[in-house]
């Protein structure tokens, strides 16, 4: 656990040296800040809730998540600073986790930027209309945990390739193959569609965002989660073969 | 052998192979390094150098063979084994966007240094690798040399018994490589260094042993003047008494010492003269007996010039049959 905080430590800091995370940081409140005002309807109807901003969050995290984690791995690995990082004494596996919180740590840094959504709601409602604070916080555990698992799913892209770009694209493709399987649903008959539903990233952050935290939905996300960060842990063993 | 010592060695490697693809990069190579010994790893570009380093870090894995470092064993336990070792990759790679203070600092970290001595060994590091003036230096700022100065601070920031470079004065003007060699040799003093070049006076400057590997195999082990005194190259350039002498004759001449295996007419700038490069057998040294012959044919020697074996030239004696002096460490029989 020492090390692994050590790694995230140090990956924190060069989150914060490269112009790269400010500038996806940047993005991602100017994009996540126009849709919520724009689809919120609140500035016309008034209606105090952030459900539309919740809605779109797998998509934004689908973009923004590759782009932080795309450079984990294959950048240590294009530059040689893996080999030094790799003979310290330091097993695989925490390397994975201290890279792991690292991003987690950076996309939650982005997330708390967002508070300033609720507060503005609470601030402009109108009087008398209760803003229900149970979707909210049910909205941004939810928001964390799909977080967790794209992160785990895109730095895994980031150990399959050297190569940056083809990192981020393939984190693309991957965190989309998590979100997709809930939209399959209306194609498939019933009795497969509850178990593709089951697959689906999406379908459980919406349980969630709803602000009814089921164990299930919470399992799932740490299942995923742990997959993808033993399947990183597998790819690095296998660049030592 | 016989008697087992109280300590292991730093390094023991035995029967080591590894196999990339279909590239055999080690052959069974079979060494030991006793505690204290400055070792030269010397070979040509592919030969496998960095593959035997990479191993012994616990970075790549073996395909065969034993690999211990202080005795515990890389393949079982390799973050054990890492805890004795400093590392100097080759090419060096460096986080560029720390300061050299933050660098060293993240290092001491990971190996585990007490939080109360962190600082103290920084200090250390820094001072014996005269790093005072770019402490507070981004790393992508650095000069080569200083570069070089970095990657062996954080090498031995955990005063590691052993320490591993991987060509550490490759890439460096002269001055700069004076000065690291200087510095090895200063940190050879009291640690354990195996340290890999395709330069020969490299070895001669800092090691007291060398090891050459050429295709994988360990082709020669023992104290590097030796290896460079082996044999060697003479330049001659002979003329008659009056005008040039006929080169037939010349030639038979020289061929009729004893101590001379080959010679080769080369071209030379001089008016009459005929100039020749020999190649001794072995160790011999045939300048006496050539000059004694030269006089007897009524020849006039212009110039004599010993020329050392080049690094290609080694290699390619000691890995030919007839090599004059037997490879001491040639672990053939050992391939399982
Ligand atoms: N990662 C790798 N994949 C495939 N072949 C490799 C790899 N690393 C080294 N080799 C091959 O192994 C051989 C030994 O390489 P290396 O140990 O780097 O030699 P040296 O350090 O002595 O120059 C070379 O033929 C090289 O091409
Ligand atoms: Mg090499």
Redesign the pocket.
């Known amino acids: 656990m020492h090390n692994t905080l050590v790694i995230a430590r140090r990956e924190l800091t060069s989150y914060f040296h490269s112009p790269v995370a400010h500038v996806v940081l940047a993005v991602f409140l100017v994009v996540s800040g126009w849709l919520f005002f724009y689809f919120s309807g609140l500035l016309i109807v008034g209606k105090a809730s952030m459900r539309s901003f919740f809605a779109l969050c797998p998509l934004l995290f689908m973009l923004f998540v590759p782009a932080i984690t795309m450079r984990l791995i294959a950048e240590e690995r294009k530059s040689g600073t893996f080999e030094s990082l790799m003979t310290l004494p330091v097993a695989e596996h925490e390397v994975v986790l201290g890279k792991f919180l690292a991003a987690l740590a950076m996309m939650c840094v982005g997330l708390v930027c967002t508070f300033v959504y609720p507060v503005s709601l609470s601030l402009i409602k109108a009087p008398g209309a209760a803003l229900d604070m149970g979707p909210i916080i049910g909205g941004y555990l939810s928001a964390v945990l799909l977080l967790s698992s794209f992160i785990a799913f895109g730095m895994w892209a980031s150990a399959l390739s050297k190569n940056q770009i083809i990192a981020f694209i393939l984190g693309l493709l991957l965190c989309f193959a998590l979100w997709i399987p809930d939209k399959a649903v209306l194609i498939l008959p019933a009795s497969m569609g509850a178990a593709v539903q089951y697959l689906s990233a999406n379908y459980h952050f919406e349980n969630i965002a709803r602000g009814v935290v089921d164990v299930r939905d919470v399992v799932y996300y740490l299942t995923v989660t742990t997959i993808g960060l033993v399947l990183t842990t597998r790819t690095i063993s296998a660049t030592r073969q | 052998m016989s008697d087992v010592p109280a300590t292991p060695p730093m390094i023991h490697i035995e029967g080591l192979t ?1 196999v ?2 279909r ?4 052959r069974g190579i079979s060494f030991e390094v006793p505690k204290g010994q400055v070792v030269g790893f010397l ?12 191993i012994l870090t616990g970075f ?1 894995e073996a395909t065969g063979g034993t690999v211990k470092v202080a005795g515990i064993s890389v393949i079982d336990d390799p973050v054990a084994a890492r805890v004795h070792i400093g590392y100097l990759p ?1 090419n060096n790679p460096l986080y560029e966007d720390m300061m050299v203070e933050e660098y060293l600092e993240y290092i001491a970290r990971m190996r585990r240094i007490p939080a109360d001595k962190v600082r103290g060994a920084i200090d250390t590091a820094v001072s014996r690798c005269g790093l005072h003036r770019v402490r507070g230096k981004d790393i992508g700022e650095l000069s080569k040399g200083f570069r070089q100065r970095v990657g062996l601070a954080q090498a031995i920031v955990h005063d590691p018994d052993l320490l591993i470079l ?2 550490p004065t490759t890439g460096l003007d002269p001055n700069q490589v004076v000065e690291i060699r200087n510095l090895i040799r200063e940190l050879g003093k009291e640690k354990t260094v195996i340290l ?1 070049t ?1 330069v020969l006076p490299e070895v001669q400057h800092m090691c007291g042993r060398a090891l050459i ?1 050429a295709e ?1 195999k360990i082709v020669a082990d023992g104290a590097p003047d030796q290896l460079s005194s082996d044999g060697g190259r003479l330049d001659v350039v002979v003329t008659g008494k009056r005008g040039a002498p006929d080169a037939a004759a010349a030639r038979a001449v020289l061929n009729g010492v004893a101590e001379v295996a080959e010679v080769h007419e080369r071209t030379t700038g001089e008016k009459d003269a005929l100039a020749f490069s020999l190649t001794t057998k072995g160790n011999a040294d045939p300048r006496r007996a050539l000059f004694a012959a030269l006089v007897e044919a009524d020849l006039v020697l212009l110039s004599l010039d010993k020329k050392a074996l080049g690094l290609e030239e080694t290699f390619r004696k000691l890995t030919t049959a007839e090599a004059g002096k037997a490879t001491p460490d040639d672990h053939h029989p050992k391939a399982a």
Do not use: C, F, Q, R
């Not at chain 2, 590239?23 to 080690?26: G, I, K, R, S």
């Not at chain 2, 592919?46 to 990479?54: D, L, Q, R, Y």
């Open positions: 590894k990339y693809g590239t055999h990069a080690l070979g040509p570009n592919g030969a496998g150098k960095s593959t035997t380093m990479k790549v080759e991987d060509e890999s395709h590997i994988g």
